[in-house]
């Protein structure tokens, strides 16, 4: 069969082009089908813009979806022994699978199948034979929507100065690990970080060099952290936050002792007069409880903030809790 390669850009395919280009990021399909040669005319209208996997089985597709992470599912409703409908329903009952947008593709005409497959969660249906403009046109559109949406989602998420999450997202995180470690009865503590004397930093050194301060400060505090549960975020100005979840109070004060070392070590010059070191330093606060479904976080971030004024208050350049 010969696919014509030369179909025209509709905006969708602008859009992915541009979110491809963008993020530098190729977009990878799961095609679940039990025919070979569907699977080859797929990979013929596809493989020039988009990586290919593919299963013939349920069993197959499962393990393609967990270790391909695809960002669309094309999925033939007859497989062979078994049902794409009931593999549909597996997908979707999984909640790391189930924002996987998936598209049937099916001899089937009949129109109940339609409404199935959309009553399944489906965001599509292509019938066989494959016209391969309108595939492409379908595979294309929905891609091009879920690449941009994770996109938004991302930026919706993280600060844009340093790439660490930001405050919302912070926020969310404490509270849902709050309820967590109130269900588990494991420890809470937050680190609360403040580059010392930065108003005279960027008098001193202007506000792009003060960007890239904060950007250096923003990695070692992102590599200080070990467990993929901890979350750093920058809470505003130059201020950041750590979260971590089934850590104590002494865990955490070793964890900011060595987020202070680090920035330290970083040995960015800052010679205003005010700082004895001569380089930029941090003030840290260490507060840790023991959530419970009763009581809130709040309390948890003031003592943070209260131990931070009081590393300020006593000289700067260290760690209270
Ligand atoms: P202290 O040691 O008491 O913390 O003093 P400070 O000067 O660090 O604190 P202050 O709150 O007076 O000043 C914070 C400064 O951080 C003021 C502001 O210009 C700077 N700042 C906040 N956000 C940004 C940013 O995104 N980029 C840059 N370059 N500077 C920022
Ligand atoms: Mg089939
Ligand atoms: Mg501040
Ligand atoms: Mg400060």
């Not at 050194?205 to 200080?224: E, F, K, P, W």
Request: hydrophobic share 40%; aromatic share 6%.
């Amino acid at each position: 069969m010969q696919v014509k390669q030369c179909l025209p850009e509709s905006p969708m395919h602008k859009l992915l082009d541009q979110i491809v280009q963008m993020t530098g990021y190729r977009p990878r399909l799961l095609v679940v089908d039990d025919d070979p040669v569907t699977v080859a005319i797929l990979r013929m209208i596809f493989e020039r813009k988009i990586d290919i996997v593919s299963a013939a089985t349920g069993t197959a597709a499962m393990a393609q979806c967990h270790s391909a992470r695809p960002d669309l599912i094309l999925l033939d409703i007859n497989l062979g022994e078994e049902d794409g409908f009931d593999l549909c329903q597996h997908i979707k009952r999984q909640p790391d699978l189930a924002g996987i947008p998936v598209i049937f593709i099916t001899g089937s005409h009949a129109e109940e199948d339609e409404v199935q497959a959309f009553k399944l969660g489906a965001v599509d249906f292509i019938r066989k034979p494959i016209s391969p403009f309108i595939a492409e046109s379908r595979v294309v559109t929905h891609l091009a929507l879920q690449l941009q949406t994770a996109l938004l989602k991302r930026v919706a998420h993280s600060d844009g100065l340093t790439g660490l999450k930001n405050r919302r997202t912070f926020d969310e995180e404490l509270e849902r690990d709050w309820k967590e470690c109130a269900r588990t009865g494991w420890p809470l503590s937050v680190i609360m970080i403040d580059i010392d004397y930065f108003k005279q930093y960027n008098d001193n050194y202007g506000h792009l060099a003060g960007d890239a301060c904060l950007r250096r400060v923003a990695s070692v505090i992102h590599a200080a952290l070990c467990r993929p549960s901890d979350c750093a975020a920058r809470y505003g100005g130059e201020e950041f936050t750590c979260l971590l979840p089934s850590t104590d109070f002494k865990g955490a004060l070793s964890v900011a002792e060595n987020i202070r070392s680090c920035i330290s070590a970083l040995a960015i010059a800052h010679r205003d007069g005010a700082t004895a070191a001569q380089i930029v330093t941090a003030s840290i606060g260490v507060a840790s409880c023991y959530p419970s479904a009763d009581a809130g976080w709040l309390d948890l971030l003031a003592a943070a903030d209260h131990q931070l004024y009081r590393a300020k208050d006593s000289g700067r350049d260290r760690v209270c809790g």
